[in-house]
T-cell receptor, first 113, second 114 residues
Framework: AQSVTQLDSQVPVFEEAPVELRCNYSSSVSVYLFWYVQYPNQGLQLLLKYLSGSTLVKGINGFEAEFNKSQTSFHLRKPSVHISDTAEYFCAVSRSGANNLFFGTGTRLTVIP | NAGVTQTPKFQVLKTGQSMTLQCAQD?????MYWYRQDPGMGLRLIYYSASEGTTDKGEVPNGYNVSRLNKREFSLRLESAAPSQTSVYFC?????????????FGPGTRLTVT
């Protein structure tokens, strides 16, 4: 079975500072990994995903994530955050052949002016 | 192109009452999903429909039923609501079945059961 751990429930960061949101997964088989973002009072939308190939994945809004198989991690990074990045971020995992995703518990990113 | 729409946006029920949450998508997607979101627990899959005419249980199906009415619509029914079903419910869709597909989410239904 797959599971996802998001190590930080809340991350405050000043505007224009870098940020890293951490995600670790557990699975004994090949996985697909995702980051979704949820802005206040909205549904989730996809930021980026790793299916195969290059371990550095670039997404929308300047975010990127690196797949590290040896550390079973898929951390999300942005070099300089904006106020508009304030949202909740969810890491999710699935495996080849499956139809469903398993989500982490979320990290609330708050960008401070 | 509205994407994924959900009705109602908010609902308050008394214990034991029933209701149906409606979801529709206008993207011609084949697969649809129902999730619940609870504080500190992320999203958990209740049911999904890989294609029209099929439905399957997810992680937390107890207390719920679903109907894939047609390709566009996927409803979630609570036959006898319980306080443990207080949650935010999200519907999502993908163009085809498969975990690698991008899921498109609706805005959610906030349900309170008293």
């Amino acid at each position: 079975a797959q599971s996802v751990t998001q190590l930080d429930s809340q991350v405050p960061v000043f505007e224009e500072a870098p940020v890293e949101l951490r995600c670790n997964y557990s699975s004994s088989v090949s996985v697909y990994l995702f980051w979704y973002v949820q802005y206040p009072n909205q549904g989730l939308q996809l930021l980026l995903k790793y299916l195969s190939g290059s371990t550095l994945v670039k997404g929308i809004n300047g975010f990127e994530a690196e797949f590290n198989k040896s550390q079973t991690s898929f951390h999300l990074r942005k070099p300089s955050v904006h106020i508009s990045d304030t949202a909740e971020y969810f890491c999710a995992v699935s495996r080849s052949g499956a139809n469903n995703l398993f989500f982490g518990t979320g990290t609330r990113l708050t960008v401070i002016p | 192109n509205a994407g994924v729409t959900q009705t109602p946006k908010f609902q308050v029920l008394k214990t034991g009452q029933s209701m149906t949450l409606q979801c529709a998508q206008d993207m011609n997607h084949n697969s649809m999903y129902w999730y619940r979101q609870d504080p500190g627990m992320g999203l958990r899959l209740i049911y999904y429909s890989a294609s029209e005419g099929t439905t399957d249980k997810g992680e937390v199906p107890n207390g719920y039923n679903v109907s894939r009415l047609n390709k566009r619509e996927f409803s979630l029914r609570l036959e006898s609501a319980a306080p443990s079903q207080t949650s935010v419910y999200f519907c999502a869709s993908t163009d085809r079945a498969g975990a690698w597909r991008e899921q498109y989410f609706g805005p959610g239904t906030r349900l309170t059961v008293t």
